[in-house]
Structure formats: C-alpha cells, structure tokens
C-alpha cells in the first residue's frame, strides 16, 4: 500500500510545476502567434488563395503597415476568410488549452492535434519547430525526468533551476518583439529599413530557440531538486 502511495505521488500531473509553466507559456504565444495570422488573413476578405501557401502580409493589402512584411503559413483551405477564422479559432483553442488542460492525462497529445491544426488552416510556418519541441516538453510534465537527473550534477542543478523564470521570461520578451516587427515592421531602437528588420527577425528567431531551450533545460533542474529522489526501480525519462 505503501509503495503504491509513492507510486501515484511519483508521477503526479502536477509535479513538475516548472515544466508546466514552460509548456503553457509557450503554447499560449503560439496560439497568440495563430490567431495574428487569422486576423491578418481574415481582413483579405472572402477571395480564393492562390495555392497551398499564403501570405498574410504584403503589397496590395491596404491594411499593410510594412509592405515588405510576408507573415507566410500553409493552409489546406482556399479561402482567406475562411482560412482565418479557422486559424483564429485553433489559436484560441491553443491558448485554452495551455493554460488550463496540457498538464492533464493526455494533454500534450491534444495540445500536438491543435498545434498540427492550427499550422494546416493558416496558423503559420515558423510555429512549426516550436510546437514540436513545446509537445516534446508538455510530455514531461508527468515525468520522473530520471535522465536528466543523472546527466546533470545535483550543484548543477541548483544553478540552473534558479534561472528557470529569467530565461521564460526572456523568451516572451523575445517572441513577442519578433510577432511584433514581422507584423509592423517597427522596432524603437532599430532604424525602419528593410534588410536591417529581417536581420532582427532572424537572430530573434535564433534567440526564441535558444531561450526556449534553456528555459527548458533550466525547469527540469527545478523541478528535479523540488521533488524527493524517485525510488528505485519507478524512474522513467
């Protein structure tokens, strides 16, 4: 009986709080990011697309605050009103249910289909690697996170865990000017020329990735030096 207490205390939902708070954080900017490009889609009207792929900025759009803006996403429905409220509606539905339901019994499985969704309906190309990675962390929310209690030192661990909230943080910073300068193509402290604002998207981009790792790397320490040492025999991945 014993044993079985500790067992169900092990792999409790609600255990790795850090790692959840990752997951979340970043599932609810994808949907914010989803929902950006249905709007933008949604305001070229009721007009066929002219293939698979779209863009929901660009010249000939009069509600373009910076022509050499693209916002690029896939869709497998030839309509722009259409297209955009479904990716509005996939993006809301992204943000419910990060905020509320990843870190239920199969909530990343769930959060993937949206995610997947969300891509397929105009929701954006460049959410792609994120969602992958964003699954791959929501799956560990439940987890012992045994390897990398042993690949990384218990003095180790104790740094890094204490960075988990600077690096998420930066990672919204970072994501945020990023959907914002591909949107309007304004930065206060960058000059408004074109090349100068793609260079700055892309080591934006660069500096989401990296954050988002270290954030992740930094909450599963967190979350390991929170918890008691999982018995033996009971440690998964």
Known sequence: MIERKEENLE?????????????????????????????????????????????????????????????????????????GVLATIAGLLLIVW????????HGATIFLLLSVTSFLVGGGLAQFLLFTFNWAVATRISASLAFWRWCMPSPVRRVLGRFWRW??????????????IATFGYFPVLPRDTQVLHRALIQLGSAIILAFLFSIICAFAYDIEARPRPAQGHAAL
């Not at 990060?98 to 019994?105: M, T, Y």
């Not at 943080?169 to 945020?176: P, Y």
């Open 11 to 83: 792999f409790s939902p609600a255990q790795n709080t850090a790692t959840r708070a990752v997951a979340s954080t970043l599932g609810i900017l994808l949907g914010l990011s989803s929902i950006n490009h249905g709007l933008l889609e949604t305001l070229q009207g009721n007009h066929p697309t002219s293939g698979f792929f779209v863009k929901a900025l660009g010249p000939g759009r009069s509600w373009t605050v910076w022509a050499h803006g693209s916002e690029p996403a896939f869709t497998l429905v030839h309509n722009f009103l259409l297209t």
């Open 98 to 105: 990060s905020l509320r339901f990843i870190h239920r019994r």
């Open 167 to 180: 690096a998420l943080a930066a990672e919204v910073v970072f994501f945020l000017a990023a959907l914002q």
